[in-house]
């Protein structure tokens, strides 16, 4: 440390482009005003010697940022040199001028252009479907497995994972769908109240939670909840190289960690499901009670438009949807990179390609049950 | 405590040319625990490898924390170029960390940052050079550690020896006269860890840099350190103190003993 050396100064131009520097030359006394202004000294000049005779301290840096000024003048042709280098300051001189990059060292890498960064995120994508279909068949083939012998699957794991995804996303879930029921209700009551049948609220409000609303609320909770806490532990534990511990034990990580993730969420999201659904009409009943209807019309209204296959339909859907949110997330947990960002980028696409897939599958669901007029 | 006789470890205070670390009667611990390590007065000299050595679990790592300022003492001080770091709370905590650098056990390289964006990334927070004189100077310091050639790449495509490496090329970006290492050799494979104790004597030499080194790795210990402050478990504090040589071969302490003693028949 330099104490009590006053700062960087230069006398210039001298005779014969003479520059007596002098002080502590460091990152921090030289900045970039003095800079620009021992730059703009040089003007005009065809031969410059800097005279380093009178510098009392200079560090790495000092060094460096003086090989830079003299690659510079270098750069437009001036004949540069120093003299004069102090004793004491020619080891750092000298360490300075050996580790100096060559302008082609310090050539960054090729980025490369639109039609290969194309390529290369078509090549991507095509591969994270090929993993998604292969994880895919991989997680059947255990479930069909398991068919055959269900003691081989993880109860204790399965009943604690439904629990902590599912049972611990009631609150959240069931408050969502309350209000949505309540502001689909409120907004179709406005209107229908305008042809004095907002009687049908109640139809309104009962075939969309059950049929639609109610399992695509639940789903997009539980990929928020549950899918994303499923992607970032097992991207985690392969950062931790806890998974190439279960490969190389000869353990499956899809069975032994994915396969008990996926059956809790497939068998519990429709009860998630259910609960959804009920809040909602209760939102539902509300603004039909504050309209004036007493509490059992919209309850008689609704049994007399609203039947099983509504209720199946709405059910069938929640399975697939959990199955869909645990199966991508537990994907992209497994398949994440190494690294410290990886945990991060997992869960993202995890929750990405969940809502994306949920949007799909509903809207061929949609296409499918028209169809079957079901 | 123990203390060799040829070495002269109490605090010298000279206003002229203050010690880069001196510790008075520190005293630190793990939040409301009681202290882990206590009363401890040690230096570390200009252009020395000062080594805070002892078995896992005797408090090297806290003593680090405190030393850098990531702790506050229960007692005592951390003096760092004649200045109390704590004196002033965060004001002369911003002014200490300008004059010190760390090294961390893992690296602790910015993951999204390439090798050389590292380096860069305190020249650009507290300098107001160029851009380009910068990179130049960030290019400078990988090339001092061996690492020019991978300048451009992000710390999770190199090795773990090439990470400290990068590690100390950071640390050093603002030139500081002391650089704490916390087990620099943690990790590495015996020739990778060699490497990296002769880039720390190395620049010790070249640059009259100070170093605090904790380490429990024996190797590392009699070929870099020059004077060494020995932890102990039982004594909550410092065992013994002195070079490594006297340590392991001279020292009454029994910490030392066992120390140095490891592993040996």
């Known amino acids: 440390m330099a104490k009590n050396v006053p700062d960087f100064r230069f006398e210039g131009p001298l005779e014969g482009g003479l520059f007596v520097l002098s002080g502590n030359l460091n990152a921090f006394t030289a900045p970039k005003a003095l800079l620009v202004r021992f730059g703009k000294a040089f003007g005009g000049l065809s031969r410059v010697r800097l005279d380093l005779g009178k510098l009392e301290h200079l560090d790495l840096n000092g060094a460096a940022i003086l090989i830079a000024l003299m690659g510079n003048l270098g750069a437009k042709k001036i004949d540069c040199g120093v003299q004069n280098v102090p004793e004491h300051l020619l080891p750092i001189w000298e360490l300075a001028l050996k580790n100096h990059p060559s302008p082609e060292t310090l050539r960054e890498p090729e980025k490369p252009d639109v039609v290969t960064l194309l390529g290369m995120k078509t090549a991507r994508f095509l591969a994270d479907l090929r993993d998604l279909v292969s994880f895919l068949g991989e997680t059947l083939t255990h479930l069909l497995g398991f068919l055959f012998s269900p003691w081989r699957i993880r109860w204790g794991d399965f009943f604690a994972l439904a629990e902590r995804s599912v049972v611990n996303a009631i609150p959240v879930t069931c408050l969502v769908s309350f209000l949505v029921g309540l502001i689909l209700a409120f907004q179709s009551a406005m209107l229908m109240q305008l042809f004095g049948v907002e009687i049908f609220v109640a139809d309104l409000v009962g075939i969309a939670m059950i049929r639609e609303l109610g399992t695509l609320l639940t789903a997009i909770v539980l990929t928020g909840r549950s899918g994303s806490a499923f992607s970032s532990e097992l991207a985690s534990m392969k950062s931790n190289q806890e998974i190439d511990a279960f490969v190389t034990m000869g353990l499956s990580p899809a069975r032994d960690l994915a396969v008990p993730r996926i059956l809790a969420l497939t068998a519990a999201t429709p009860l998630l499901t259910i609960l959804a659904d009920f809040t909602g009409l209760i939102g539902g009943n509300i603004v039909m009670i504050s309209m004036g209807h007493p509490y059992m019309v919209f309850w008689e209204e609704l049994s007399g438009h609203v039947d099983a296959s509504d209720m199946a339909t709405g059910l069938f859907k929640a399975v697939v949807f959990g199955f869909t949110v645990a199966l991508i997330g537990c994907q992209r947990g497994l398949y994440a990179d190494q690294g410290p960002t990886a945990v991060g980028e997992a869960t993202t696409r995890g929750v990405v390609t969940n809502i994306i897939a949920i949007a799909i599958l509903d809207s061929l669901f949609a296409v499918l049950f028209y169809a079957l007029r079901w | ?265």
Do not use: W
Not at chain 2, 40 to 49: L, P, Q, R, S, T
Not at chain 2, 125 to 149: N, Q, Y
Not at chain 2, 175 to 200: N, R, V
Not at chain 2, 219 to 227: G, H, L, P, Y
């Open chain 2, 1 to 265: 405590m123990t203390q060799a006789p040829t070495e002269k470890m109490t605090p010298t205070p000279d206003p002229a040319r203050p010690h880069p670390l001196r510790a008075e009667n520190l005293t630190v611990a793990h939040g409301d625990s009681p202290p882990l390590l206590e009363g401890m007065n040690f230096v570390a000299k200009e252009g020395e490898i000062l080594g805070i050595l002892g078995p896992s679990g005797c408090g090297k790592s806290t003593l680090l924390r405190h030393l850098v300022g990531l702790a506050e003492p229960r007692a005592g001080k951390v003096i760092l170029f004649g200045e109390d770091i704590f004196s002033e709370g965060n004001r002369s905590l911003a002014r200490a960390r300008r004059k010190y650098g760390v090294m961390y056990q893992s690296g602790a390289l910015f993951g999204d940052l390439t090798l050389l964006e590292n380096v860069s990334a305190p020249l650009k927070e507290f300098t107001r050079l160029p851009p380009k004189m910068i990179r130049d100077i960030a290019f400078l310091k990988l090339s001092l550690v061996g690492l020019e050639k991978a300048a451009f790449q992000l710390p999770a495509n190199v090795s773990g020896g090439m990470c400290k490496r990068a590690a100390i090329a950071r640390a050093l970006a603002l030139e500081p006269g002391l650089l704490f290492l916390d087990e620099p050799s943690a990790g590495l494979d015996p020739i990778t860890a060699a490497d990296l104790d002769e880039l720390i004597m190395t620049l010790a030499k070249n640059l009259k840099l100070t170093f605090v080194v904790v380490t429990h790795e024996l190797r590392s210990i009699m070929k870099i350190v020059d004077e060494a402050v020995l932890l102990g478990k039982e004594v909550r504090g410092i065992a013994a103190e002195g070079t490594p040589e006297y340590l392991a071969r001279e020292s009454p302490a029994p910490e030392a003993i066992a120390f140095f003693q490891r592993g040996k028949k």
